[in-house]
């Protein structure tokens, strides 16, 4: 068993509340979940109006498979309109 892990930090231009905030998230979160199975969960900055960092993580029997889905997931996230992708870390045990 393999357990991939991605920390996700990102900044929400249009967020003018925490309310905007959690919408644009809540959104990201579900179509990560939708589109590639896997955990997404806040993990940081709760209470930042244009801020935001999510957990990711998919258990896989493979590897370079866990990898690739933490990749795309991150690719996702950068093409997104209302979140800009800050930075990001993946690790695979």
Excluded at 55 to 73: P, S, Y
Excluded at 84 to 93: F, G, H, K, S
């Amino acid at each position: 068993m393999v357990i991939g892990i991605c920390r996700i930090s990102l900044f929400i231009p249009g967020s003018h509340s925490l309310k905007d905030r959690r919408r644009a998230i809540k959104s990201l979160k579900q179509r990560l979940r939708n589109e590639f199975n896997l955990s997404a969960a806040e993990v940081d900055d709760e209470e930042l109006w244009q801020r935001a960092t999510l957990g990711i993580a998919v258990v896989a029997n493979d590897g370079q498979f866990a990898d690739q889905v933490l990749a795309k997931a991150v690719d996702l996230v950068r093409r997104q309109n209302d979140v800009e992708l800050l930075d990001y870390q993946t690790e695979v045990r």
